[in-house]
């Protein structure tokens, strides 16, 4: 028997069939037509039903369709231009590949992860258990429990200066949750939703998922990677429907300035249809002198900003699954009428911990600052270490826990037995190759210049990975010996 399957859309390259790399057509985007499964998608036994699980669910309905006396049938496989349009993340690609290595056995040291090393602050996982044991496990309401959302809106008035009631916040499965929400709300298709580069990987993706089209504003390292209100300026159109603004920055660690917010607002400022989301999901990891101000607080942007934290970075409490948004009650009711269909309320257990998390005083309190202060000592480690490294230039970041290296200067470097360093991802290549050391390329984040070194692991851990990268770096040649 053949399976014959039969599609006419484009699927993104990373998805080959039978291990068949499908080509590429004129517009180098790869196609395909028609592909004949043979034999060895047949071989799972339908009496195994583990064994056929193994197998790609649409051989299996084949296999069923012999097994009853059908003739086989032709499936049309495409898929849908939204997922089409979409880049699989990088960070989690590179992720995977070091993980895969580390169980392997090789002693990969990882600096690629978005989340603290510090385990959920002990009052925060004991409302959890508490929870549980207390009987808090049903269906909470779509916008999440009214003793979070007050202390949420709390919170925003008291650390913010922001004022919300209740019903103009939602609580997620998380901000990535509460951030790709507000773009289904807010565009429609052909809106342009401005993204200040580098970014954190998923706001170009999830604008295309909302069938509008990012705008990516460089930034640079000598300007701090800070969006320049002139060139925000002369891009906005009457397409222009978001500004994205993620402050202190993933993946750069920059914090933008309240003077700098307040040029960026006055250009805003002029456009009605243009709206903010304020990603400050970053805004506890911050670090004197630096300071956060949310963009919602600026005058004349309360009526159009989106303001979006969560629980997952300064609460260490990634695996939680905890978000919100704050903003005027027409956006956030959108919002929820789309996670009404999608989710639901968040995890009832989380919403409790979430609680304590917030009761724990201003900032986050002591248990917040201690790993404030734990990942100000491994920036410092690394901007100094990593400083003495030649050509590596570094902007000194203000917040989070990320270092974004320009590393330009050793591409076209020749690496003896790897070939050549092109880009930052044949140097990260390099580098887990060589080093044994896992970062992110610059690519992901739209700044192919640089590398992104996640610092949320220990100063130990740290000092042995900054040793393997001098180690790789200093190897590297010249591509033609001078
Ligand atoms: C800038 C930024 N925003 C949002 C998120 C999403 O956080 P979560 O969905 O865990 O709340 C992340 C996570 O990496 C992030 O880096």
């Known amino acids: ?3 014959s399957l039969r599609s006419s859309s484009t699927i993104p390259p ?18 395909f037509r028609s592909l004949s499964f043979t034999s ?5 036994s339908l009496t195994s039903f583990e064994g056929t699980r193994l197998v790609k669910p649409r051989v299996v309905s084949a296999v069923v369709r012999e097994q009853i006396g059908l003739d086989p049938m032709e499936l049309d496989i495409s898929l849908s231009h939204r997922v089409n349009s979409v880049k699989p993340s990088k960070t989690m690609a590179i992720t995977d590949q070091a993980t895969a290595l580390a169980q392997a056995g090789v002693p990969v040291i990882r600096l690629t992860a ?6 959920t602050p002990a009052p925060i996982a004991e409302a959890g258990i508490n929870a549980i044991r207390e009987g808090y496990t049903r269906y909470t309401p779509n916008a999440g429990n009214m003793d979070l959302r007050r202390a949420i809106c709390h919170k925003l008035k008291e650390e913010n200066g922001i004022s919300y009631t209740p019903n103009q916040v939602l609580v997620s499965n998380g901000a990535k949750q509460s951030i790709h929400q507000a773009l289904l709300a ?17 706001y170009p993706e999830m604008a295309r998922l909302a069938d509008a089209t990012p705008v990516i504003l460089p930034t640079s ?21 978001l500004l994205i603004l993620c402050s202190p920055s993933n993946p750069t660690g920059s914090v933008y300035p309240k003077r700098l917010l307040e040029e ?6 002029k456009h009605p249809r243009l709206l903010v989301l304020s990603d400050e999901i970053y805004e506890h990891i911050i670090y004197a002198p630096a300071t956060h101000t949310s963009f919602a607080s600026l005058p004349g942007m309360w009526e159009r900003t989106l303001t979006v934290n969560g629980f997952s970075k300064a609460f260490a409490m990634t695996g939680w699954r905890l978000g919100y948004l704050a903003g005027p009650k027409h956006f956030v009711a959108a919002c929820g009428k789309i996670q009404s269909q999608f989710t639901s309320g968040a995890s009832s257990i989380s919403q409790k911990a979430a609680v304590a998390a917030l009761g724990m005083g201003y900032a986050g309190g002591e248990a917040v600052s201690t790993m404030v202060k734990a990942f100000m000592e491994r920036r410092d480690f690394l901007v100094k270490s990593l400083g003495e490294l030649e050509g590596v230039k570094i902007s000194e970041p203000q917040g989070a826990f990320y270092l974004f290296l320009d590393f330009s200067f050793y591409y076209g470097t020749d690496a003896r037995g790897f070939g050549k360093i092109e880009n930052s991802e044949s140097l990260c290549r390099y580098l887990l190759d060589k080093g044994q050391v896992a970062l992110v390329p610059g690519s992901a984040f739209g700044d192919d210049s640089c590398i992104r070194i996640s610092y949320a692991e220990s100063l130990t851990t740290l000092e042995a990975a900054v040793e393997r990268i001098k180690k790789a770096i200093i190897s590297l040649r010249p591509a033609f010996p001078v």
């Open 1 to 3: 028997m053949a399976l």
């Open 14 to 31: 990373c998805l080959r069939f039978g291990g068949e790399f499908l080509g590429l057509n004129s517009s180098s985007e790869p196609t």
């Open 40 to 44: 060895h998608l047949r071989s799972p």
């Open 114 to 119: 978005g989340e603290p090393d510090f385990d």
């Open 186 to 202: 807010i565009c429609s298709p052909r809106d342009e939703v401005i993204i200040p580069a580098p970014f954190w990987v998923s």
């Open 221 to 241: 390292l000598s300007e701090n990677f800070l969006l320049d209100p002139k060139l925000l300026e002369s891009k906005l159109t009457e397409k222009s429907r």
């Open 264 to 269: 960026i607002a006055q250009v805003v400022a």
